[in-house]
């Protein structure tokens, strides 16, 4: 049976025209951007040519973009690098408490430095609100941190109204754009941001090369030394084809962006409706309307998220669950549970995201296979029968 | 988010997909509870016996793929065991007949504990007898 793979939040596959991109840089062009021959120029060409490619996606600059190991270098660059740069203008951060990883590991590393942090809280639907932005701003606060689109809930936040009052205090805004980058319209003037991360392998590009957004004139630190790649702002031989891949993705993505995201939220809605429509006891994690266009993340009470993808994964489904249990913490999701859930729905939480090759028949498939999984399992549970007040039955 | 099931072993994920003794024993001889609410863990067992040897086992159990596994598992390894042979089976026992892995020894423990409920239980309602 063919698999379905529905986790594009996670990772995409490399899209043909990509991979036709990357080739002659692994192969015969496979020179360093830095050596002054033949070899070297094209393979600063390609960099240069992607640079102009993604800068025009996002309508900023080429020089205002530094190529990175990927989005969570970019985060970490845009994090500790704006901190190292301002300590001496203060040490406080303003961030939520929603934040991917790549963002919350950095501002934890700053606390143990003496840095304070603020994590706001989100409201139920995964939003952070302007007003508790500027309610926690400081004489101290040299940045604050909100991502565009959660990659749980695929919640957006309202980042042209943070951004302006970030600018009206001074502050450094930083954006996680990595879900929302070749997915829906991503504009740094619109945004009104300072620094923007980006990533190429979640936009049908190759894992291992990201981006970071710093607007002209903003102060960042080097995380890496060492050479004088990136404007000496990351050091390292750059990732030629990576890069040139991660350039022919945000071009394709650029024209079709209309169009698909259009596509994806007919199919977003009828996975939605039609898993709510056959299962009871269903809650939609995040926004109903401002949310990623392929985004489905639901809880199902009295089930367990990891044993609904297993059992999806012997159907040949592939889906991702916010449940302790694959990520190697004890508690669930951290996102789930900000958005006042209890533990059981999160540990319940299973996310459905979608993407190019993701059809109508696909999400079908889902909504018939599904809820035979959730009947077997809350046929197994304890909880199901306590809560419904009905006494046991064989199973 | 992301589906680690390769960490499991053959035997897990095919009890996993055809578990034994799902259900409920009307009026057991034991019933044992267990729940981990932070690791999303339930576990229920009940024992029914025949003089001194349980002769049927039953659970039902919510949580992820070695839950389900190990808590079936347990009923079998229950059968024509007396409590107090019950009692001998350690968690090293389980993770060792489900292939567990390192991370997913909690499960073990916890079914420990299941079995150790089920047992006390029992005791407690043939004190009162």
Redesign the interface.
């Known amino acids: 049976m063919k698999r379905i793979y529905l986790d594009y939040a996670a990772t995409t596959p490399l899209r043909p025209e990509v991979y036709t991109a990357m080739k002659p840089y692994l192969l015969e062009d496979f020179g360093n951007p830095s050596t002054l021959y033949s070899y070297g120029q094209e393979a600063r060409q390609a960099v240069e040519s992607a640079r102009e490619k993604i800068a025009g996606l996002i309508n900023a600059k080429p020089e205002e973009l530094v190529f990175t190991s990927g989005g969570t270098e970019a985060n970490n660059l845009a994090v500790k690098g704006v901190a190292q740069a301002l300590e001496k203008q203060g040490n406080h951060i303003i961030t939520c408490a929603i934040e991917h990883h790549s963002v919350l590991g950095p501002c934890q590393a700053l606390e143990n430095r003496g840095f304070e942090v603020t994590y706001l809280p989100v409201d139920e639907h995964g939003q952070v609100s302007p007003e508790s932005v500027g309610n926690a701003i400081t004489g101290k606060t040299v940045l604050i941190s909100i991502m565009h689109a959660n990659n749980e809930i695929g919640t957006l936040q309202p980042v042209a109204e943070i951004s302006r009052l970030a600018r009206q205090n001074g502050i450094y805004f930083h954006t996680d754009a990595v879900q929302t980058l070749g997915h829906i319209a991503v504009d740094v003037e619109e945004l009104g941001v300072d620094l923007l991360s980006a990533s190429a392998h979640k936009i049908y590009g190759p894992k291992g090369v990201g981006a970071l957004y710093i607007r002209q004139g903003v102060k960042v630190a080097p995380l890496i030394d060492g050479g004088e790649q990136e404007d000496r702002r990351r050091a390292g031989t750059e990732n030629v084809a990576g890069i040139a891949g991660f350039g022919r993705a945000a071009e394709l993505a650029g024209t079709e962006i209309p169009e698909e995201s259009c596509r994806l939220r007919q199919l977003r809605d009828m996975l939605i409706s039609g898993i709510q429509a056959a299962i009871e006891d269903v809650y939609l994690n995040g926004h109903p309307s401002a949310r990623l266009p392929g985004n489905v993340n639901i809880s199902i009470d009295y089930v367990e998220g990891e044993a609904v993808c297993l059992n999806l994964d012997l159907e040949n489904i592939c889906a991702a669950t916010g449940s302790a249990c694959t990520t190697g913490s004890i508690e669930p999701s951290h996102v789930v549970l900000a958005l006042g859930r209890n533990r059981r729905l999160a540990h319940g939480s299973v996310r459905f995201t979608m993407g190019k090759w993701t059809t109508e028949g696909e999400i079908e498939r889902v909504k018939h296979v599904l809820p035979g999984i959730v009947a077997r399992l809350r046929g197994m549970s304890p909880l199901y029968r306590q809560d419904r007040c009905q006494p046991g039955q064989a199973g | 988010?992301?589906?680690?099931?390769s960490e499991?072993s053959e035997k897990v994920?095919k009890i996993?997909?055809n578990?034994v003794n799902?259900?409920?024993i009307?009026d057991p001889d034991a019933w044992g509870?267990i729940s981990d609410?932070?690791?999303?863990?339930?576990?229920?067992l009940f024992l029914k016996l025949d003089g001194d040897v349980i002769a049927d086992a039953?659970f039902?159990?919510?949580?992820?793929?070695?839950?389900?596994a190990t808590t079936s598992t347990i009923t079998q390894m229950l059968k024509g065991k007396t409590p107090g042979q019950a009692l001998e089976i350690t968690d090293i026992d389980l993770a060792q007949a489900l292939e567990l892995s390192e991370?997913k020894h909690y499960v073990a423990e916890l079914g420990r504990e299941l079995i150790a409920a089920a047992v006390d239980d029992y005791r407690q309602r043939k004190a009162l007898k």
Not at chain 2, 37 to 44: A, D, F, L, Y
Not at chain 2, 60 to 68: E, K, L, M, N, P
């Open positions: 988010m992301a589906g680690r099931f499991y994920l996993f997909k578990p799902v259900g409920v009307k509870f609410p932070t690791r999303g863990v339930t576990m229920e039953r039902r159990a919510s949580g992820c793929g070695a839950t389900i991370r």
